[in-house]
């Protein structure tokens, strides 16, 4: 059903956070059987799913799975009425940049016009959804929480781990997209700075 209608904002946080203080106008009688699933841990994704929607990783109503966004996956796999967010990187083949087997991406409303239009509806592809969203201004984007993978290294900062971050900023980039994941903006990225910084760690 949701794969041909789609989510708007109103309907997820309806879902995911059963928001008591939402407009009951525009409260949806769901008629179709499900069950949502989220993670028990704090963790990237269900922190900035939460966030994203105002609320916080414990808000978050459903099965609570332990473990990681692979064991989360796999719970949602194992039960038809699942309902649940993952990382693209996670819920697409990244062979056939089709849907995981067994898995339906459901479309959501992009625009924020509160209904899933029919060129918001492009799912059912990795290359497809990386390209959409990379070609909207970040302010365009709705219902898509979007967040920055962080790497760190500790206190002494080992040669090991600069050479791994070194080659990270010069070469990782070109991976990106072939693992689901959307390309930073050039500031973010800065092979100069990132030398400087190498530098005083190697010292």
């Known amino acids: 059903t949701y794969s041909t ?19 009951k106008e525009k409260q949806q009688e769901i008629k179709e059987p499900y069950t949502i699933y989220t993670r028990l841990q704090k963790a990237g994704a269900p922190i900035t799913f939460a966030k994203y929607f105002g609320h916080e990783h414990k808000d978050i109503v459903g099965k609570a799975i332990a473990g990681s966004d692979e064991h989360l996956l796999k719970a949602v796999l194992r039960d038809s009425t699942a309902l649940s967010y993952l990382p693209l990187t996670l819920a697409y083949d990244h062979t056939s940049k089709k849907p995981v087997e067994g898995l339906t991406v459901l479309p959501v409303d992009l625009s924020g016009n509160g209904k899933v239009n029919d060129e918001e509806k492009f799912y059912d592809n990795l290359s497809a959804v990386i390209d959409q969203l990379e070609k909207r201004p970040s302010k365009e984007i709705n219902n898509v929480p979007i967040e920055y993978l962080h ?5 002494n900062g080992s040669p090991e781990a600069i050479s791994f971050l070194r080659w990270v900023v010069q070469n990782g980039q070109k991976y990106l997209h072939e693992f689901g994941y959307l390309n ?15 530098s005083r760690r190697l010292k």
């Open 184 to 198: 930073p903006e050039p500031s973010r990225v800065q092979a100069d700075k990132f030398e400087q910084f190498a």
């Open 5 to 23: 209608k789609g989510i708007n904002n109103s309907l997820l946080t309806q879902l995911y956070f059963h928001n008591i203080y939402a407009d």
């Open 151 to 155: 790497m760190s290294v500790d206190g």
